[in-house]
Nanobody, 118 residues
Framework: VQLQASGGGLVQAGGSLTLSCAAS????????MGWFRQAPGKQRELDAT???????NYADSVKGQFTIAKDNAKNTVYLQMNSLKPEDTAVYYC?????????????WGQGTLVTVSS
């Protein structure tokens, strides 16, 4: 099982980035996918999720700013981030979640660093 996050980097405030998370080793289309962030010295927090059926939820703090999408044919989930602010600086992680026969299966990617300069 592997979740390979990419697309992070240094961007100026107001700029945009698109993160990608390529999955392998499991039935991607059966899993809910999520993007989380962890800023220095802070706990990991949820930004966005997308269910196998395509239902999407966002944290209030990123509604209208971030867009999550997935491509089942490419086993990839994306996070489009617009109007970035310095406080969006964090390591961004993707995860995959499935509940099967009452047992949760949760996988995490390695994270990709996003740095937003003012």
């Amino acid at each position: 099982v592997q979740l390979q996050a990419s697309g992070g980097g240094l961007v100026q405030a107001g700029g945009s980035l698109t993160l990608s998370c390529a999955a392998s080793g499991f039935a991607f289309s059966d899993y809910g996918m999520g993007w989380f962030r962890q800023a220095p010295g802070k706990q990991r927090e949820l930004d966005a999720t997308i269910t196998p059926g395509g239902n999407i939820n966002y944290a209030d703090s990123v509604k209208g700013q971030f867009t999550i999408a997935k491509d089942n044919a490419k086993n990839t989930v994306y996070l489009q981030m617009n109007s970035l602010k310095p406080e969006d600086t964090a390591v961004y992680y993707c995860n995959a979640v499935r509940l099967r026969i009452g047992i949760p299966y949760i996988y995490w990617g390695q994270g990709t660093l996003v740095t937003v300069s003012s």
